[in-house]
């Protein structure tokens, strides 16, 4: 009784908030106002310790949204985790989740940035190894494990700034120049950490362990945009450095990455995670190329319509006895009508479909990526990914939608669980009307661009080949099922994401075992035995001895001078 209360007054308190924090940004929008908290905690060698918050449109923008989305997951999850012995655990996960998510987000100051930071990757690794099992405990430790390398470069960035006397990075950004590149260096890696950007890709598709609704929380549309929401933070301090053009060839790389391997992934969620990932490269592209705003823009809407992704695919995969392979499903547009839509929505809002939440937000960065001083091969990734998202796109509706169901019975295929129903509803007008909302509410006044009619027609010509290519492909490989043998390699490079999987596990932890082996060998079982432990014991054992004798010794010897200074006095005066 008392989870279920508790789950119903987070939930609407959630949902509360995000009216209230929504409202609160339209007007600071409005009145270009923003208010900042500080709370100093102590002072150290003129080091001023601060915590201090930020509450502008941004912020408060996205604090929304992320309670919008927790909202919407508490009430999803009240039926897709219906019965779950460890219900509550799950709820205060993820309530401690939107708190560090809240703390990262309100602070521009590295110290108060660490602990939301920090906590988010904990509470993520809670959440991934909630189904204890030995696949889950190995994605949370390869997830932990990767952001800890954006842990750590969080904690050199504090020890760089600490000679500035401070550490909130929105004062010092501006000044920064080419002495602190290291820094700005760090930043950047900490945020492709957490982003999942080449080379830390793997841990975002290991992670698809979790439940459902963690994914559609965590990993979809708050965590993994934590990266990127540091760099809208701190873009200012990016502006004409080499680090911007670095940062922008691997986020196309990445996204190049991503849309290649859902093209060859059979695992419903995966695919999903590679479509997010594709995604996350789009953003952290478009912000090295100098447009913070924009990117901001894309990280909402995305926002949207990914969290309805993750719903909907729970739905079909609980309807369909756990599966999460795409063979195994199909014609279900004919038992499943409505999570069916909201799927399909989704994935045309991904693709990004006329006047869906994506298209407003992937238009104009193609347009604006189009018009920029951008290198030849940036512009070719750029085009390639939104094919092959259009391509991956296609390839999950052809399979999930059409042909004939692959499994035994169509006994549980149904839509009847209003709860579920419900929670994706919202999230499904958020994914049909959001984008042109935020457009109206962060664009107010209309973007000049200068294309040529080709250029212009390019992205919907790109989309059309995709999705053209997408249906004759699989297709063909439905019918010619053996065909793809002929170029195996090939396939499995891009299904296993270029090798990073084994990069990030097997070859490191081989290179630590063998590491650790030879310092066993030389170290602990060799001069480490002589010189400490067991040889230690030996040494001082033999030097307390020799000590002990010395002080036996000058007892006697003490004695000894003792009588015969008796002897001499009594032989004088007697």
């Known amino acids: 009784m008392w989870k279920f209360f508790m789950h119903e007054v987070s939930m609407i308190s959630l949902g509360l908030g995000s009216i209230y924090c929504v409202s609160m940004a339209g007007l600071s929008l409005m009145k ?6 500080e709370w100093e905690l102590m002072s150290l060698n003129s080091s001023e310790i601060v915590f201090t918050f930020v509450f502008d449109w941004i912020s408060l923008l996205f604090v929304g949204f992320v309670f919008l989305i927790s909202s919407s997951v508490l009430y999803y999850s009240g039926s897709y985790m219906f019965g779950d012995k460890s219900f509550n655990r799950f709820m205060y996960l993820v309530l401690a989740f939107v708190a560090s998510m809240g703390m990262m987000v ?16 904990l509470v993520s690794y809670a959440l991934v190894i909630y189904y204890q099992n030995e696949k889950s405990a190995n994605a949370g430790m390869l997830t932990v494990l990767s952001n800890r390398v954006g842990d750590v470069a969080i904690l050199m960035s504090i020890g760089l700034m600490s000679s500035l006397g401070g550490w909130n990075f929105f004062v010092y ?23 999942a950007q080449i080379p830390f890709s793997a841990w975002l598709p290991a992670a698809m362990a979790a439940p459902t609704p963690v994914s559609a929380l965590v990993h979809s549309s ?133 006047f869906l939440a994506g298209f407003y937000s992937k238009d104009l960065i193609l347009e604006v990526a189009f018009m920029s001083w951008i290198n030849f091969v940036a512009l070719l990734l750029f085009v390639l990914a939104t094919g092959l998202t259009v391509m991956y796109t ?21 839509d009847e669980d209003s709860i579920m129903v419900n929670s994706m509803s919202m999230l499904g007008l958020g994914a049909i009307f959001g984008g042109a909302l935020l457009s109206w509410l962060v664009f107010p006044d209309p973007s000049m661009i200068c294309l040529s009619n080709f250029m212009k027609s390019l992205v919907m010509l790109i989309s059309v080949l995709g999705c053209l290519i997408g249906y004759l492909l699989n297709m063909m490989s439905s019918i010619h099922k053996l065909m793809s043998l002929k170029n195996y390699e090939f396939v499995v490079m891009a299904g296993s994401m270029w090798f990073m999987p084994f990069l990030s596990s097997l070859k490191t932890s081989k290179l630590s ?8 060998k030389v170290g602990d079982k060799g001069w480490y035995e002589h010189f400490g432990g067991q040889g230690g014991f030996y040494f001082f054992s033999s030097l ?13 010897v003490f004695m000894k001078v003792f009588l015969i200074s008796i002897i001499l006095i009594m032989f004088m005066f007697v």
């Open 222 to 354: 708050t965590l993994v945009t934590a990266g990127v929401y540091l760099m809208i933070r701190f873009s200012s301090a990016l502006e004409g450095t080499k680090i911007q053009s670095g940062l922008l060839i691997i986020s196309c790389l990445t996204m190049f990455m991503a849309g290649l391997g859902a093209n060859f992934e059979y695992d419903l969620k995966k695919i999903i995670a590679l479509s997010t990932l594709s995604q996350l490269g789009v953003m952290l592209s478009i912000l090295a190329l100098g447009y913070p705003k924009l990117a901001f823009f894309h990280l909402l809407s995305h926002a949207l319509f990914k969290a309805l992704l993750f719903m909907c695919a729970g739905v079909v995969i609980h309807s369909v006895g756990d599966y999460q392979d795409i063979r195994y499903m199909g014609s279900l547009v004919l038992y499943m009508p409505l999570s069916v839509s909201y799927m399909t929505i989704a994935n045309l809002a991904l693709c990004g479909f006329p």
């Open 32 to 37: 270009e106002s923003m208010d900042v908290v």
């Open 394 to 414: 296609a390839r999950l509706i052809y399979y999930s939608l059409s042909g004939s169901f692959n499994l035994s019975s169509f006994h549980n295929v149904s």
């Open 173 to 195: 950004s501006t000044y920064m120049g080419e002495e602190w590149e290291m820094l700005k260096c760090f930043l950047v890696l900490a945020a492709m950490t957490k982003s």
């Open 544 to 556: 307390f001895m020799v000590l002990n004798n010395f002080h036996m010794n000058s007892v006697k």
């Open 106 to 121: 309100m602070s521009p100051n590295l110290i108060s940035i660490l602990l939301g930071w920090d906590g988010l990757g």
């Open 513 to 520: 075992l063998n590491l650790g082996g030879i310092l066993q």
